[in-house]
């Protein structure tokens, strides 16, 4: 093999091994910073050995065990040889001299609770949301400092910033990099699922700056879910969650027009639908339900999309049943903006008139102020009840208030049509 493939097989190969070397390494040191540094030096190593003796026939396991072996002398050094030994090395060291398919084979464990534990501890619910998602997207995603900068509209010293200070405060609560038993699991796993939608959602909808979507950060969200549904096997939400990214993910490319407009719902071209991803939703919400998550947050909302995703043209969607979710949603969830979204549901299935009422009280409760699709939602409903005049400065008010300069625009000309 030339050295070029060499080369591009080890890049590959790191990609894919590097968040279980780190959780592996952090699991056995407690300290995600050197267990990163020691990832680094296993590439590092790999990038000498492997042009001049081939790749190994279990690579990850040979990075895994060059990692180790550096901890070790780290360790000898520090004089902490003896006692680290049996939580990290064992016999290890006495192999050096064995050859590597036998290093290969003492390494070749399996790394899936580490991996675990390790998402586990990035959305540790001690961290802020937005530590937690950099974190994730760090050590889990392996997206570099300036990747996160730009999927959030930050800079590299903030997210560096962010991140050393999130992996100080795990240090400093002494956390096991373990997958929490009883209760903790499922208040834990309840903060995994809101990071990986948080990262999904920035991706899907953008709160600010020029582009509607981002489908990098998308597919990162998506690949975290598979991750975990691959992990955990029997929690529904997972899979409800999987369900709910898939199927939402399937309409990216027909949200936008090629100069980056939005194209809503109705009137996007179906044809351009990602089929394999719906069915891989569809798979992932069967899932769920037959894991008894039918009622979970997340299924329901995988539910909705799946009713979307189903209806081959606009008037082909069921509306009611979108509204009946959006019920059940609405007591399992409750929230203001639950609440808005079922008076739109609502709308469409039973005319306007119905929904002007609902969306008037989520308005008197003043919780969504300073919520755009608040007064889009208004303005859209008056516009389908023949109201136009008033649907005008509704759907000012909701430009006024967004972030995204595309969204602004689509409302903008949303206003414009409503005549003066």
């Known amino acids: 093999m030339a050295a070029e493939d060499i080369h591009r097989t080890i890049e590959t190969v790191y990609r894919m091994e590097r968040a279980k070397l780190i959780a592996g390494l952090a699991r056995m040191l407690r300290d995600v910073g050197q267990a990163e540094e020691l990832a680094q030096d296993a590439l590092v190593a790999a990038l000498t050995d492997w042009p001049k003796n081939g790749v190994p026939r279990n690579p990850g396991a040979w990075l ?29 060291d006495d192999a050096r001299d064995d050859s590597m398919e036998a290093v290969e084979a003492a390494m070749d464990d399996d790394l899936g609770d580490e991996l675990l534990g390790l998402i586990f501890t990035a959305c540790h619910p001690i961290l802020t949301r937005e530590a937690r998602a950099a974190l994730t997207l760090r050590l889990i995603a392996g997206l570099t400092m300036d990747e996160i900068a730009r999927a959030f509209l930050s800079n590299e010293a903030t997210i560096s910033q962010r991140i050393l200070r999130a992996k100080k405060k795990i240090a400093e609560a002494g956390l096991t990099f373990e997958v929490p038993r009883g209760p903790d699991r499922a208040e834990r796993l309840a903060s995994v699922l809101e990071v990986v939608y948080l990262i999904f959602n920035e991706g899907y909808a953008a709160t600010s700056g020029d582009d509607l979507v981002r489908p990098a950060l998308c597919a990162e969200a998506q690949r975290l879910g598979r991750i975990l549904a691959g992990l955990t096997k029997d929690e529904p939400e997972v899979f409800g969650l999987l369900a709910l990214m898939e199927i939402q993910a399937s309409r ?47 299924a329901l909302q995988a539910a909705l999309a799946a009713c979307h995703a189903r209806a081959r043209r606009m008037e082909d969607t069921d509306w009611a049943q979108i509204a009946a979710i959006y019920d059940r949603l609405s007591d399992v969830m409750p929230s203001p903006v639950v609440d808005l979204n079922r008076a739109v549901a609502h709308g469409m299935a039973y005319g306007p008139e119905s929904a002007l009422p609902m969306i008037e009280a989520i308005e008197a409760e003043g919780l969504l102020e300073n919520y755009a699709p608040l007064p889009a939602a208004r303005a859209d409903t008056l516009f389908r009840a023949g109201r136009a005049g008033e649907a005008r400065a509704h759907f000012e008010r909701a430009a006024a208030l967004t972030k995204n300069s595309r969204e602004r625009a689509f409302l903008l000309k949303r206003a414009e049509a409503c005549g003066r």
Do not use: C, S, V
């Open 64 to 92: 895994m065990a060059a990692a180790k072996r550096r901890a070790i002398d780290g360790f000898r050094r520090k004089k902490m040889l003896d006692r680290k030994h049996a939580e990290i090395g064992r016999d290890l």
């Open 252 to 298: 990216l490319h027909a949200r936008t027009a090629p100069d980056g407009a939005a194209i809503p719902l109705g009137e996007q071209n179906r044809a351009r639908w990602d089929k394999l991803l719906i069915r891989r939703g569809l798979d992932a919400l069967d899932r769920a339900i037959t894991l008894g998550g039918a009622d979970g947050p997340y």
